[in-house]
């Protein structure tokens, strides 16, 4: 039984995932029974806790690999069960996220109301660049030290400040840019091809404890420290362009 801890540690991932999805979906809109009969009552979007869920299953997924090392468990099940948790969590949630953004952006725009799904269906561009990339890690042993594309948490995490940076910043010109079909398209696109790309990018996790060999990871901290100090939400964005340049400059130390 102590085996299997690991795997429903990492179905833990799955679940929480699973709720951002539910929580993104909410129209806004629910019915009230008074005894008058029953009314349709509006209530706030809450794209933004989906976040939260998003977040939860992004520490689930850091730390699963301990859990397995600490009850001495892995397991190739636990490698494919965990690349399936990460493509609801970091792959479906997200994308539902990007269909909202879509959803409001054109409810906004003139007959927004009357367009057509297809207008909304390039969000699961990334989904399936998610599955993409995650069969191919599971394919893959020379990932060992680094990864080739983008982490599919990584871009997941990203795709989860969104919401928070819409509804906690004071910025019109940057709210007005989460809501523009033209720049979530073209946002969709580059994470998605960044997942399925070769580039060599660094892992996050401790394979050594000596300072030397942990100098990228002290600087993005150092960096994600002064900017969430600085900037908020809006340091998500911020820590992940540091990550990709970081990744690419060093890239010998990655795979």
Known sequence: MARQIPNIFTLLNMV??????V?????????QYTPDGTQLVDIPERIWLASLFIGLAGLIDFLDGFVARL???????????DSLADVISFGVAPAMIFYQFLRLGIAKEEDGINTSIAWLMPAFILACASAWRLAKFNLDDSQSFGFKGLPTPAVGLLIASLPLIYWNEQNETLVNLLLNKWFLYGLILLLSLLMISNLP??????????????ILKIILFMVSIVASFLFHWLAVPIIFSVYIILSLIFKQQNI
């Open 16 to 21: 929480f995932g699973c709720l951002a999805i």
């Open 23 to 31: 929580i993104t979906l909410q129209n806004g809109i629910v019915i």
């Open 71 to 81: 009850f001495k468990a892995a397991s190739e099940m636990g490698k494919q069960l």
């Open 201 to 214: 990018i660094m892992s996050l996790k401790f394979n050594s404890y000596k300072g030397r060999n942990n």
